[in-house]
Protein backbone atom coordinates (compact mmCIF):
# COMPACT_ATOMS: atom_id res chain seq x y z
CA UNK A 1 0.00 0.00 0.00
CA UNK A 2 1.00 3.79 -1.03
CA UNK A 3 1.13 5.67 2.11
CA UNK A 4 -0.23 8.98 0.56
CA UNK A 5 -3.68 10.13 0.69
CA UNK A 6 -5.80 8.47 -2.12
CA UNK A 7 -6.36 11.96 -3.67
CA UNK A 8 -4.69 15.20 -4.51
CA UNK A 9 -5.93 17.75 -3.27
CA UNK A 10 -6.63 20.50 -5.78
CA UNK A 11 -4.29 23.03 -6.05
CA UNK A 12 -5.41 26.79 -4.98
CA UNK A 13 -5.07 29.52 -7.78
CA UNK A 14 -2.15 31.10 -5.02
CA UNK A 15 0.04 27.76 -5.02
CA UNK A 16 -0.33 26.92 -8.80
CA UNK A 17 0.51 31.05 -9.56
CA UNK A 18 3.52 30.29 -7.27
CA UNK A 19 4.69 27.35 -9.44
CA UNK A 20 3.82 28.93 -12.54
CA UNK A 21 6.58 31.78 -11.64
CA UNK A 22 9.04 29.07 -11.09
CA UNK A 23 8.92 27.78 -14.74
CA UNK A 24 10.74 28.51 -17.94
CA UNK A 25 9.29 29.45 -21.10
CA UNK A 26 8.98 25.58 -22.56
CA UNK A 27 7.57 25.27 -19.31
CA UNK A 28 5.12 28.16 -19.93
CA UNK A 29 3.95 26.72 -23.39
CA UNK A 30 2.98 23.44 -22.11
CA UNK A 31 1.22 25.12 -19.52
CA UNK A 32 -0.75 26.92 -22.02
CA UNK A 33 -1.21 24.21 -24.00
CA UNK A 34 -2.31 22.18 -21.24
CA UNK A 35 -4.81 24.46 -20.11
CA UNK A 36 -6.10 25.11 -23.77
CA UNK A 37 -7.02 21.54 -24.29
CA UNK A 38 -8.78 21.46 -21.06
CA UNK A 39 -10.68 24.23 -21.54
CA UNK A 40 -11.76 23.80 -25.58
CA UNK A 41 -12.65 20.07 -24.11
CA UNK A 42 -14.77 21.86 -21.22
CA UNK A 43 -16.62 23.84 -23.70
CA UNK A 44 -17.43 20.87 -25.85
CA UNK A 45 -18.44 19.08 -22.85
CA UNK A 46 -20.97 21.91 -21.25
CA UNK A 47 -22.05 23.00 -24.83
CA UNK A 48 -24.85 20.31 -25.26
CA UNK A 49 -26.26 20.93 -22.54
CA UNK A 50 -26.16 24.60 -22.84
CA UNK A 51 -27.94 24.35 -26.33
CA UNK A 52 -30.54 21.88 -24.50
CA UNK A 53 -31.52 24.31 -21.69
CA UNK A 54 -31.05 27.78 -24.01
CA UNK A 55 -33.35 26.05 -26.57
CA UNK A 56 -36.03 25.49 -24.11
CA UNK A 57 -36.19 28.90 -23.94
CA UNK A 58 -36.76 29.91 -27.73
CA UNK A 59 -39.48 30.01 -30.57
CA UNK A 60 -40.00 28.47 -33.65
CA UNK A 61 -38.06 31.33 -36.02
CA UNK A 62 -35.17 31.42 -33.22
CA UNK A 63 -35.01 27.73 -33.55
CA UNK A 64 -34.47 27.53 -37.23
CA UNK A 65 -32.31 30.79 -37.60
CA UNK A 66 -28.52 30.71 -38.89
CA UNK A 67 -26.25 31.96 -37.63
CA UNK A 68 -27.68 29.71 -34.06
CA UNK A 69 -28.92 31.96 -31.54
CA UNK A 70 -26.99 31.18 -28.41
CA UNK A 71 -28.64 33.54 -26.32
CA UNK A 72 -32.27 33.31 -26.35
CA UNK A 73 -34.01 36.60 -27.29
CA UNK A 74 -36.96 36.93 -26.03
CA UNK A 75 -36.46 34.54 -23.79
CA UNK A 76 -39.86 32.46 -22.92
CA UNK A 77 -39.76 30.40 -19.89
CA UNK A 78 -43.29 30.03 -20.38
CA UNK A 79 -42.38 27.32 -22.58
CA UNK A 80 -41.08 24.84 -19.31
CA UNK A 81 -44.81 25.26 -18.02
CA UNK A 82 -46.35 24.04 -20.98
CA UNK A 83 -44.11 21.34 -22.71
CA UNK A 84 -44.89 20.20 -19.08
CA UNK A 85 -48.32 20.57 -19.56
CA UNK A 86 -48.63 19.17 -23.59
CA UNK A 87 -48.57 15.53 -22.31
CA UNK A 88 -49.28 13.73 -18.92
CA UNK A 89 -45.65 14.67 -17.74
CA UNK A 90 -47.00 14.66 -13.77
CA UNK A 91 -47.95 11.50 -14.06
CA UNK A 92 -44.68 9.71 -15.60
CA UNK A 93 -42.32 11.64 -13.04
CA UNK A 94 -45.11 9.78 -9.98
CA UNK A 95 -44.44 7.01 -12.02
CA UNK A 96 -40.99 7.13 -12.15
CA UNK A 97 -40.33 8.28 -8.92
CA UNK A 98 -43.18 6.42 -6.57
CA UNK A 99 -43.57 3.88 -8.39
CA UNK A 100 -40.16 2.56 -9.48
CA UNK A 101 -37.45 4.21 -8.59
CA UNK A 102 -38.04 4.56 -4.83
CA UNK A 103 -39.34 1.12 -4.09
CA UNK A 104 -36.61 -0.21 -6.47
CA UNK A 105 -33.81 1.21 -4.48
CA UNK A 106 -35.19 0.01 -1.32
CA UNK A 107 -34.98 -3.11 -2.73
CA UNK A 108 -31.92 -2.76 -3.79
CA UNK A 109 -29.64 -1.16 -1.10
CA UNK A 110 -30.84 -3.93 1.76
CA UNK A 111 -31.40 -6.45 -0.46
CA UNK A 112 -27.32 -5.92 -1.91
CA UNK A 113 -26.00 -4.96 1.67
CA UNK A 114 -27.76 -8.56 2.88
CA UNK A 115 -25.91 -10.39 0.32
CA UNK A 116 -22.40 -8.47 0.23
CA UNK A 117 -22.58 -9.44 4.18
CA UNK A 118 -23.17 -12.88 3.73
CA UNK A 119 -20.15 -12.20 1.01
CA UNK A 120 -17.93 -9.96 3.04
CA UNK A 121 -18.34 -11.03 7.01
CA UNK A 122 -19.18 -14.39 7.29
CA UNK A 123 -16.64 -17.22 6.44
CA UNK A 124 -18.33 -20.17 5.37
CA UNK A 125 -17.09 -22.98 2.82
CA UNK A 126 -18.02 -22.33 -0.74
CA UNK A 127 -18.48 -19.02 -0.08
CA UNK A 128 -15.37 -17.65 -2.51
CA UNK A 129 -17.43 -19.95 -5.37
CA UNK A 130 -20.36 -18.48 -5.34
CA UNK A 131 -19.15 -14.91 -4.84
CA UNK A 132 -17.21 -16.12 -8.43
CA UNK A 133 -20.56 -17.22 -9.80
CA UNK A 134 -21.81 -13.92 -8.87
CA UNK A 135 -19.75 -11.72 -10.36
CA UNK A 136 -19.91 -13.91 -13.32
CA UNK A 137 -23.32 -13.51 -13.87
CA UNK A 138 -22.62 -9.77 -14.75
CA UNK A 139 -21.69 -10.90 -18.24
CA UNK A 140 -24.59 -12.29 -19.02
CA UNK A 141 -25.80 -10.62 -21.50
CA UNK A 142 -29.06 -8.53 -20.94
CA UNK A 143 -30.56 -10.14 -24.08
CA UNK A 144 -30.15 -13.84 -23.21
CA UNK A 145 -32.85 -13.71 -20.55
CA UNK A 146 -34.75 -11.10 -22.00
CA UNK A 147 -37.39 -13.37 -23.79
CA UNK A 148 -37.93 -15.91 -21.20
CA UNK A 149 -38.10 -13.04 -18.47
CA UNK A 150 -40.69 -11.46 -20.33
CA UNK A 151 -42.83 -15.35 -20.54
CA UNK A 152 -42.29 -15.58 -16.40
CA UNK A 153 -43.65 -11.96 -15.91
CA UNK A 154 -46.50 -12.78 -18.53
CA UNK A 155 -47.39 -15.60 -17.10
CA UNK A 156 -47.22 -14.31 -13.22
CA UNK A 157 -49.72 -11.42 -14.83
CA UNK A 158 -47.35 -8.84 -14.27
CA UNK A 159 -47.06 -7.06 -18.13
CA UNK A 160 -47.95 -3.49 -17.66
CA UNK A 161 -47.26 -2.73 -14.09
CA UNK A 162 -44.10 -1.89 -12.64
CA UNK A 163 -43.35 -5.43 -10.83
CA UNK A 164 -40.65 -6.92 -13.56
CA UNK A 165 -38.99 -3.28 -12.58
CA UNK A 166 -38.59 -3.52 -8.99
CA UNK A 167 -39.20 -6.92 -7.58
CA UNK A 168 -35.89 -8.22 -9.31
CA UNK A 169 -34.33 -5.54 -7.40
CA UNK A 170 -34.94 -7.52 -3.85
CA UNK A 171 -32.54 -9.90 -5.00
CA UNK A 172 -29.46 -8.14 -4.71
CA UNK A 173 -27.70 -6.73 -7.56
CA UNK A 174 -24.32 -8.09 -8.15
CA UNK A 175 -22.46 -5.10 -9.15
CA UNK A 176 -23.71 -3.26 -5.82
CA UNK A 177 -22.78 -6.63 -3.79
CA UNK A 178 -19.45 -6.27 -5.03
CA UNK A 179 -19.37 -2.34 -4.49
CA UNK A 180 -20.86 -2.90 -0.68
CA UNK A 181 -18.21 -6.17 -0.28
CA UNK A 182 -15.37 -4.45 -1.25
CA UNK A 183 -16.53 -1.79 1.82
CA UNK A 184 -17.68 -4.18 4.10
CA UNK A 185 -14.20 -5.96 3.58
CA UNK A 186 -12.10 -2.40 4.97
CA UNK A 187 -14.60 -2.35 8.62
CA UNK A 188 -11.80 -4.55 11.12
CA UNK A 189 -12.86 -7.30 11.56
CA UNK A 190 -12.66 -6.96 15.71
CA UNK A 191 -15.29 -4.87 15.79
CA UNK A 192 -17.21 -7.59 15.27
CA UNK A 193 -15.82 -9.85 17.25
CA UNK A 194 -16.36 -8.00 20.29
CA UNK A 195 -20.26 -7.58 19.24
CA UNK A 196 -19.98 -11.25 18.76
CA UNK A 197 -19.07 -12.10 22.63
CA UNK A 198 -21.80 -9.43 23.55
CA UNK A 199 -23.84 -11.70 22.16
CA UNK A 200 -25.04 -9.84 19.47
CA UNK A 201 -26.58 -12.06 16.20
CA UNK A 202 -24.95 -11.57 12.33
CA UNK A 203 -27.95 -9.93 11.73
CA UNK A 204 -28.01 -7.57 14.29
CA UNK A 205 -24.02 -6.62 13.82
CA UNK A 206 -25.20 -5.88 9.67
CA UNK A 207 -28.05 -3.71 11.09
CA UNK A 208 -26.60 -2.02 14.36
CA UNK A 209 -22.64 -1.59 13.49
CA UNK A 210 -22.11 -2.43 9.74
CA UNK A 211 -24.62 -0.50 8.31
CA UNK A 212 -23.88 2.61 10.21
CA UNK A 213 -20.21 2.51 9.48
CA UNK A 214 -20.96 2.22 5.65
CA UNK A 215 -23.37 5.08 5.23
CA UNK A 216 -21.16 6.52 2.36
CA UNK A 217 -21.05 2.78 0.33
CA UNK A 218 -24.47 2.94 1.02
CA UNK A 219 -25.50 6.55 -0.33
CA UNK A 220 -23.54 5.55 -3.50
CA UNK A 221 -25.61 2.53 -3.87
CA UNK A 222 -28.88 4.19 -3.36
CA UNK A 223 -28.10 7.01 -5.16
CA UNK A 224 -26.71 5.15 -8.08
CA UNK A 225 -29.76 2.44 -8.36
CA UNK A 226 -32.36 5.78 -8.01
CA UNK A 227 -30.35 6.99 -10.91
CA UNK A 228 -30.29 4.08 -13.19
CA UNK A 229 -34.23 4.11 -12.38
CA UNK A 230 -34.54 7.55 -13.58
CA UNK A 231 -32.65 6.84 -16.82
CA UNK A 232 -33.70 3.16 -17.52
CA UNK A 233 -35.31 2.86 -20.96
CA UNK A 234 -35.35 -0.43 -22.20
CA UNK A 235 -37.27 -2.02 -19.59
CA UNK A 236 -39.73 0.14 -19.44
CA UNK A 237 -39.97 -0.20 -23.25
CA UNK A 238 -40.27 -4.01 -22.15
CA UNK A 239 -42.95 -3.89 -20.16
CA UNK A 240 -45.09 -1.20 -19.83
CA UNK A 241 -47.11 -0.52 -22.96
CA UNK A 242 -49.90 1.03 -21.63
CA UNK A 243 -49.67 4.95 -21.63
CA UNK A 244 -50.89 5.74 -18.20
CA UNK A 245 -48.02 3.70 -16.95
CA UNK A 246 -45.42 5.62 -18.83
CA UNK A 247 -42.18 6.58 -17.48
CA UNK A 248 -40.07 10.14 -18.11
CA UNK A 249 -37.90 8.61 -20.47
CA UNK A 250 -41.26 7.13 -22.44
CA UNK A 251 -42.68 9.60 -22.16
CA UNK A 252 -40.54 11.80 -24.01
CA UNK A 253 -39.77 9.17 -26.44
CA UNK A 254 -43.48 9.42 -27.27
CA UNK A 255 -43.68 13.48 -27.42
CA UNK A 256 -40.22 12.92 -30.00
CA UNK A 257 -42.27 10.47 -32.31
CA UNK A 258 -45.39 12.60 -32.09
CA UNK A 259 -43.55 15.71 -33.57
CA UNK A 260 -41.53 13.58 -35.44
CA UNK A 261 -44.65 12.68 -37.34
CA UNK A 262 -46.39 15.85 -37.14
CA UNK A 263 -44.19 18.61 -38.86
CA UNK A 264 -46.76 21.05 -38.21
CA UNK A 265 -46.77 20.78 -34.35
CA UNK A 266 -45.55 24.33 -33.30
CA UNK A 267 -42.74 24.66 -30.57
CA UNK A 268 -41.76 20.91 -31.17
CA UNK A 269 -37.77 21.41 -30.24
CA UNK A 270 -38.16 24.04 -27.32
CA UNK A 271 -40.73 21.89 -25.84
CA UNK A 272 -38.65 18.94 -26.42
CA UNK A 273 -35.90 20.69 -25.37
CA UNK A 274 -38.04 21.75 -21.91
CA UNK A 275 -39.05 18.72 -20.62
CA UNK A 276 -34.92 16.86 -21.58
CA UNK A 277 -33.67 20.04 -19.42
CA UNK A 278 -35.98 19.12 -16.69
CA UNK A 279 -35.31 15.50 -16.55
CA UNK A 280 -31.59 16.56 -16.42
CA UNK A 281 -31.99 18.83 -13.53
CA UNK A 282 -32.33 16.61 -10.70
CA UNK A 283 -29.62 14.59 -11.98
CA UNK A 284 -27.32 18.10 -12.00
CA UNK A 285 -28.44 18.55 -8.80
CA UNK A 286 -27.74 14.57 -7.19
CA UNK A 287 -24.36 15.17 -9.16
CA UNK A 288 -22.67 18.37 -7.76
CA UNK A 289 -24.49 17.59 -4.03
CA UNK A 290 -22.73 13.88 -3.93
CA UNK A 291 -19.97 14.24 -6.35
CA UNK A 292 -17.39 12.86 -4.00
CA UNK A 293 -19.74 9.73 -3.19
CA UNK A 294 -20.26 9.63 -6.85
CA UNK A 295 -16.14 9.04 -7.99
CA UNK A 296 -15.59 7.07 -4.36
CA UNK A 297 -18.41 5.16 -5.29
CA UNK A 298 -17.04 4.14 -9.02
CA UNK A 299 -13.07 4.33 -7.92
CA UNK A 300 -14.30 1.19 -5.42
CA UNK A 301 -15.34 -0.73 -8.15
CA UNK A 302 -12.14 -0.19 -10.36
CA UNK A 303 -9.81 -2.39 -8.75
CA UNK A 304 -9.01 -4.69 -6.30
CA UNK A 305 -11.48 -7.37 -7.88
CA UNK B 1 -8.53 -23.86 0.10
CA UNK B 2 -11.52 -25.45 1.61
CA UNK B 3 -12.44 -28.42 0.78
CA UNK B 4 -16.41 -29.07 0.68
CA UNK B 5 -16.98 -31.75 2.66
CA UNK B 6 -20.13 -31.49 4.97
CA UNK B 7 -19.95 -34.64 7.08
CA UNK B 8 -16.67 -33.71 8.44
CA UNK B 9 -18.06 -30.26 9.37
CA UNK B 10 -17.75 -29.25 13.07
CA UNK B 11 -20.49 -27.68 14.29
CA UNK B 12 -19.29 -24.48 14.44
CA UNK B 13 -18.62 -24.27 11.05
CA UNK B 14 -22.10 -25.94 9.58
CA UNK B 15 -23.22 -23.05 12.05
CA UNK B 16 -21.53 -20.66 9.54
CA UNK B 17 -22.42 -21.91 6.88
CA UNK B 18 -25.99 -22.00 7.80
CA UNK B 19 -25.68 -18.34 8.21
CA UNK B 20 -23.74 -17.48 5.60
CA UNK B 21 -25.93 -19.22 3.19
CA UNK B 22 -29.21 -17.22 4.63
CA UNK B 23 -27.71 -13.92 4.02
CA UNK B 24 -26.42 -14.75 0.65
CA UNK B 25 -30.24 -16.47 -0.33
CA UNK B 26 -31.74 -13.32 -1.56
CA UNK B 27 -29.39 -13.59 -4.63
CA UNK B 28 -28.88 -17.19 -4.47
CA UNK B 29 -33.42 -17.14 -5.48
CA UNK B 30 -32.90 -14.28 -7.62
CA UNK B 31 -29.87 -16.37 -9.36
CA UNK B 32 -32.00 -19.41 -9.91
CA UNK B 33 -35.22 -17.57 -10.71
CA UNK B 34 -33.83 -14.51 -12.82
CA UNK B 35 -30.71 -15.99 -13.82
CA UNK B 36 -30.21 -19.86 -14.34
CA UNK B 37 -33.80 -20.51 -15.66
CA UNK B 38 -34.27 -18.02 -18.08
CA UNK B 39 -30.73 -19.21 -19.40
CA UNK B 40 -31.81 -22.34 -19.69
CA UNK B 41 -35.33 -21.68 -21.64
CA UNK B 42 -33.42 -19.32 -23.89
CA UNK B 43 -31.31 -22.24 -25.31
CA UNK B 44 -34.78 -24.39 -25.26
CA UNK B 45 -37.01 -21.71 -26.97
CA UNK B 46 -33.72 -21.09 -29.65
CA UNK B 47 -34.66 -24.75 -31.06
CA UNK B 48 -38.11 -23.84 -31.23
CA UNK B 49 -40.67 -21.91 -33.55
CA UNK B 50 -42.21 -19.47 -31.33
CA UNK B 51 -45.11 -16.85 -31.02
CA UNK B 52 -46.24 -16.01 -27.55
CA UNK B 53 -49.65 -16.56 -28.93
CA UNK B 54 -49.02 -20.61 -29.47
CA UNK B 55 -46.99 -23.27 -27.65
CA UNK B 56 -43.51 -23.38 -28.52
CA UNK B 57 -42.64 -25.83 -31.22
CA UNK B 58 -39.39 -27.55 -31.35
CA UNK B 59 -37.68 -27.03 -34.74
CA UNK B 60 -34.04 -28.35 -34.68
CA UNK B 61 -31.40 -26.19 -35.62
CA UNK B 62 -33.43 -24.19 -38.02
CA UNK B 63 -33.30 -20.76 -36.59
CA UNK B 64 -29.47 -20.90 -36.18
CA UNK B 65 -29.14 -22.14 -40.06
CA UNK B 66 -31.42 -19.52 -41.00
CA UNK B 67 -29.47 -16.70 -39.16
CA UNK B 68 -26.54 -17.98 -40.98
CA UNK B 69 -27.60 -18.92 -44.84
CA UNK B 70 -30.85 -17.23 -45.59
CA UNK B 71 -31.24 -13.96 -43.43
CA UNK B 72 -29.94 -11.15 -45.33
CA UNK B 73 -29.93 -8.88 -42.45
CA UNK B 74 -27.88 -11.01 -39.86
CA UNK B 75 -24.45 -10.28 -41.89
CA UNK B 76 -25.03 -6.42 -41.91
CA UNK B 77 -26.04 -6.21 -38.22
CA UNK B 78 -22.92 -8.57 -37.35
CA UNK B 79 -20.76 -6.13 -39.48
CA UNK B 80 -22.21 -3.11 -37.84
CA UNK B 81 -21.84 -4.45 -34.29
CA UNK B 82 -17.95 -5.49 -35.00
CA UNK B 83 -17.73 -2.05 -36.48
CA UNK B 84 -19.13 -0.79 -33.48
CA UNK B 85 -17.36 -2.50 -31.03
CA UNK B 86 -13.80 -3.00 -32.58
CA UNK B 87 -13.35 0.86 -32.91
CA UNK B 88 -15.98 1.85 -30.40
CA UNK B 89 -14.49 -0.08 -27.35
CA UNK B 90 -10.59 0.86 -27.62
CA UNK B 91 -11.42 4.63 -28.91
CA UNK B 92 -13.64 4.80 -25.28
CA UNK B 93 -10.83 3.67 -23.54
CA UNK B 94 -8.72 6.05 -25.23
CA UNK B 95 -10.67 8.84 -24.32
CA UNK B 96 -11.19 8.09 -20.94
CA UNK B 97 -7.08 7.73 -20.11
CA UNK B 98 -6.60 11.04 -21.82
CA UNK B 99 -9.06 12.63 -19.96
CA UNK B 100 -7.59 11.13 -16.46
CA UNK B 101 -4.22 11.71 -17.51
CA UNK B 102 -4.80 15.38 -18.10
CA UNK B 103 -7.25 15.59 -14.82
CA UNK B 104 -4.44 13.81 -12.50
CA UNK B 105 -1.45 16.76 -13.80
CA UNK B 106 -1.14 19.92 -11.67
CA UNK B 107 -4.73 22.05 -12.62
CA UNK B 108 -6.72 24.67 -11.12
CA UNK B 109 -9.90 23.63 -10.14
CA UNK B 110 -10.01 19.59 -10.58
CA UNK B 111 -13.09 18.54 -9.12
CA UNK B 112 -14.89 21.18 -11.63
CA UNK B 113 -13.40 19.49 -14.58
CA UNK B 114 -13.79 16.12 -13.54
CA UNK B 115 -17.43 16.93 -12.75
CA UNK B 116 -18.34 18.14 -16.24
CA UNK B 117 -16.13 15.46 -17.86
CA UNK B 118 -18.21 12.95 -16.02
CA UNK B 119 -21.84 14.67 -16.69
CA UNK B 120 -22.47 12.97 -19.80
CA UNK B 121 -21.99 9.46 -18.06
CA UNK B 122 -24.77 9.51 -15.94
CA UNK B 123 -27.36 11.99 -18.39
CA UNK B 124 -30.83 9.62 -19.26
CA UNK B 125 -30.17 8.33 -22.64
CA UNK B 126 -32.64 9.60 -23.90
CA UNK B 127 -32.37 13.53 -23.02
CA UNK B 128 -28.66 12.48 -24.82
CA UNK B 129 -30.53 11.22 -28.43
CA UNK B 130 -32.67 14.17 -28.23
CA UNK B 131 -30.01 16.54 -27.56
CA UNK B 132 -27.41 15.36 -30.42
CA UNK B 133 -30.45 14.67 -32.86
CA UNK B 134 -31.07 17.82 -32.46
CA UNK B 135 -27.52 19.38 -32.63
CA UNK B 136 -26.43 17.36 -35.50
CA UNK B 137 -29.38 18.17 -37.67
CA UNK B 138 -28.20 18.68 -41.24
CA UNK B 139 -30.96 21.43 -41.71
CA UNK B 140 -30.77 23.47 -38.64
CA UNK B 141 -28.70 21.81 -35.93
CA UNK B 142 -26.24 23.96 -33.77
CA UNK B 143 -23.02 21.93 -35.40
CA UNK B 144 -23.73 22.63 -38.84
CA UNK B 145 -24.94 26.11 -38.28
CA UNK B 146 -21.18 26.40 -36.68
CA UNK B 147 -19.62 24.69 -40.06
CA UNK B 148 -21.59 26.91 -42.36
CA UNK B 149 -20.91 30.15 -40.28
CA UNK B 150 -17.34 29.47 -40.42
CA UNK B 151 -18.08 28.94 -44.65
CA UNK B 152 -17.34 24.91 -44.25
CA UNK B 153 -20.19 22.57 -45.86
CA UNK B 154 -22.46 21.01 -43.93
CA UNK B 155 -21.84 17.40 -42.60
CA UNK B 156 -24.78 14.85 -42.53
CA UNK B 157 -23.75 12.82 -39.05
CA UNK B 158 -26.73 11.08 -38.56
CA UNK B 159 -28.50 10.83 -42.16
CA UNK B 160 -25.47 9.45 -44.29
CA UNK B 161 -24.64 5.78 -43.80
CA UNK B 162 -20.95 6.37 -43.78
CA UNK B 163 -21.10 9.00 -40.90
CA UNK B 164 -23.84 7.48 -38.42
CA UNK B 165 -21.44 5.30 -37.28
CA UNK B 166 -18.71 7.25 -36.78
CA UNK B 167 -20.99 9.78 -34.94
CA UNK B 168 -22.24 7.53 -32.72
CA UNK B 169 -18.97 6.22 -31.69
CA UNK B 170 -18.39 9.79 -31.15
CA UNK B 171 -20.92 10.53 -28.70
CA UNK B 172 -19.74 7.22 -26.71
CA UNK B 173 -16.66 9.09 -26.21
CA UNK B 174 -18.36 11.69 -25.04
CA UNK B 175 -19.83 9.92 -22.00
CA UNK B 176 -17.04 7.75 -20.70
CA UNK B 177 -17.41 9.35 -16.94
CA UNK B 178 -17.30 6.05 -15.69
CA UNK B 179 -14.32 4.73 -16.86
CA UNK B 180 -12.59 8.44 -16.67
CA UNK B 181 -12.83 7.71 -12.94
CA UNK B 182 -12.01 4.29 -12.65
CA UNK B 183 -8.60 5.42 -14.65
CA UNK B 184 -8.45 8.66 -12.44
CA UNK B 185 -8.48 6.41 -8.92
CA UNK B 186 -5.48 4.43 -10.81
CA UNK B 187 -3.08 7.54 -11.45
CA UNK B 188 -3.42 8.55 -8.15
CA UNK B 189 -2.61 5.01 -6.82
CA UNK B 190 0.60 5.21 -8.83
CA UNK B 191 3.63 5.27 -6.36
CA UNK B 192 4.98 8.43 -6.11
CA UNK B 193 8.27 6.78 -5.66
CA UNK B 194 8.87 5.60 -9.49
CA UNK B 195 8.41 9.10 -11.17
CA UNK B 196 11.06 10.62 -8.37
CA UNK B 197 13.05 7.37 -9.19
CA UNK B 198 12.73 8.36 -13.13
CA UNK B 199 13.00 11.76 -12.55
CA UNK B 200 16.65 11.12 -10.74
CA UNK B 201 17.42 9.49 -13.92
CA UNK B 202 16.80 12.18 -15.94
CA UNK B 203 13.36 10.72 -17.83
CA UNK B 204 11.55 13.44 -19.39
CA UNK B 205 7.93 13.81 -18.60
CA UNK B 206 6.81 11.66 -21.77
CA UNK B 207 9.60 8.59 -21.10
CA UNK B 208 7.30 8.89 -17.58
CA UNK B 209 3.96 8.77 -19.38
CA UNK B 210 4.97 6.09 -21.45
CA UNK B 211 7.29 3.93 -19.23
CA UNK B 212 5.46 4.40 -15.91
CA UNK B 213 1.74 5.90 -16.15
CA UNK B 214 0.87 3.75 -18.89
CA UNK B 215 2.83 -0.07 -17.64
CA UNK B 216 0.79 0.44 -14.16
CA UNK B 217 -2.47 0.92 -15.79
CA UNK B 218 -2.41 -1.98 -18.04
CA UNK B 219 -4.69 -4.04 -15.39
CA UNK B 220 -7.41 -1.51 -15.36
CA UNK B 221 -7.64 -0.89 -19.33
CA UNK B 222 -7.63 -4.58 -19.74
CA UNK B 223 -10.70 -3.84 -17.43
CA UNK B 224 -12.48 -0.82 -18.82
CA UNK B 225 -11.52 -3.01 -22.49
CA UNK B 226 -13.59 -5.89 -21.10
CA UNK B 227 -16.65 -3.65 -20.27
CA UNK B 228 -16.77 -2.00 -23.26
CA UNK B 229 -16.59 -4.91 -25.33
CA UNK B 230 -19.39 -6.36 -23.28
CA UNK B 231 -21.81 -3.67 -23.35
CA UNK B 232 -20.83 -2.11 -27.19
CA UNK B 233 -22.18 -5.42 -27.92
CA UNK B 234 -25.51 -5.49 -26.19
CA UNK B 235 -25.74 -1.72 -27.23
CA UNK B 236 -29.55 -1.12 -28.01
CA UNK B 237 -30.70 2.47 -26.32
CA UNK B 238 -28.66 5.26 -27.92
CA UNK B 239 -28.66 3.97 -31.83
CA UNK B 240 -32.08 2.93 -30.53
CA UNK B 241 -33.26 6.47 -30.01
CA UNK B 242 -30.77 8.28 -31.97
CA UNK B 243 -31.39 6.71 -35.24
CA UNK B 244 -33.58 4.03 -34.86
CA UNK B 245 -31.30 1.27 -36.63
CA UNK B 246 -31.02 3.67 -40.15
CA UNK B 247 -30.34 5.33 -41.91
CA UNK B 248 -30.22 2.21 -44.68
CA UNK B 249 -29.89 -0.02 -41.79
CA UNK B 250 -26.33 1.80 -41.22
CA UNK B 251 -27.21 1.11 -37.09
CA UNK B 252 -29.08 -1.69 -37.45
CA UNK B 253 -26.72 -3.05 -34.10
CA UNK B 254 -27.03 -6.92 -32.59
CA UNK B 255 -29.08 -6.02 -29.59
CA UNK B 256 -31.89 -3.81 -31.89
CA UNK B 257 -32.42 -6.89 -34.64
CA UNK B 258 -32.79 -9.02 -31.36
CA UNK B 259 -35.37 -6.61 -30.38
CA UNK B 260 -37.47 -6.22 -33.29
CA UNK B 261 -37.25 -10.15 -33.88
CA UNK B 262 -38.68 -10.83 -30.33
CA UNK B 263 -41.25 -7.82 -29.71
CA UNK B 264 -42.02 -6.71 -33.43
CA UNK B 265 -42.06 -9.92 -35.44
CA UNK B 266 -42.67 -11.80 -32.21
CA UNK B 267 -40.05 -14.41 -33.28
CA UNK B 268 -39.01 -15.55 -29.70
CA UNK B 269 -37.22 -18.64 -30.89
CA UNK B 270 -35.05 -16.70 -33.66
CA UNK B 271 -34.31 -14.08 -31.03
CA UNK B 272 -33.07 -16.65 -28.36
CA UNK B 273 -30.62 -17.96 -30.83
CA UNK B 274 -29.58 -14.42 -31.82
CA UNK B 275 -29.09 -14.03 -28.57
CA UNK B 276 -27.03 -17.15 -27.40
CA UNK B 277 -25.17 -16.38 -30.82
CA UNK B 278 -24.36 -13.13 -28.69
CA UNK B 279 -23.64 -14.90 -24.88
CA UNK B 280 -20.90 -17.03 -27.53
CA UNK B 281 -19.38 -13.47 -29.00
CA UNK B 282 -18.92 -12.06 -25.93
CA UNK B 283 -17.29 -15.29 -24.29
CA UNK B 284 -14.49 -15.53 -27.18
CA UNK B 285 -13.86 -12.02 -27.18
CA UNK B 286 -13.41 -11.83 -23.52
CA UNK B 287 -11.35 -15.14 -23.28
CA UNK B 288 -9.31 -14.00 -26.29
CA UNK B 289 -8.78 -10.41 -24.85
CA UNK B 290 -7.95 -12.31 -21.06
CA UNK B 291 -5.32 -14.27 -23.67
CA UNK B 292 -3.19 -11.58 -24.98
CA UNK B 293 -3.42 -9.52 -21.61
CA UNK B 294 -0.36 -11.85 -20.60
CA UNK B 295 1.21 -9.93 -23.49
CA UNK B 296 0.94 -6.30 -22.53
CA UNK B 297 -1.01 -6.09 -19.15
CA UNK B 298 1.53 -5.35 -16.02
CA UNK B 299 0.68 -6.79 -12.45
CA UNK B 300 3.35 -5.50 -10.30
CA UNK B 301 5.93 -7.50 -9.87
CA UNK B 302 5.88 -10.49 -11.18
CA UNK B 303 6.99 -10.23 -14.75
CA UNK B 304 8.33 -7.65 -16.84
Known amino acids: MTTQAPSIPSDTLSTEWRRLKKLSLAGWLVELLKYTILIVLAITFVLPFYWMASSALKNDSQIYTVPPVWIPNPAIWRNFIDAWASQPFNLYIFNTVVRYAIPSTIGTVFSSALVAYGFARVRWPGRDILFFICLATMMIPFQVTMVPLFMIFKQFGWLNTFLPLVVPAFFGVPYFIFMLRQFFLTIPEEISDAARIDGASELDILFRIIMP ?45 TFMYNSTVANAYPYLMAVSTIVTIPIVIAFFFGQRTFIEGISLTGMKG | MTRFTPHRMSKSERRRLVTGLLFVSPWLAGFLLWRVYPLLSSLYYSFTRYDLLREPVPVGFKNYVELFTTDPKFGVVIYNTLYYVLLGAPLGVVSAFLMASLLNTKIVARPFFRAIFFFPAIVPTIVTAVVWQFLLNVQFGAVNSLLQGLGLPTIPFLSSPALAKPSLILIYMWAQGNAMVIFLATLQDVPRVLYEAATVDGANAWHKFWHITIPMSTPVILFNLIMGFIYGFQEFTLPWLLTGGGPNNATEFYAIYLYRNAFNFLRMGKASALAWILFVIIIIFTVILFKTSARWVYYGGESE
Open chain 1, 213 to 257: LSKPALTVVALFSFIDAWNNYLGPLIYLNDQRQYVLALGIENMRR
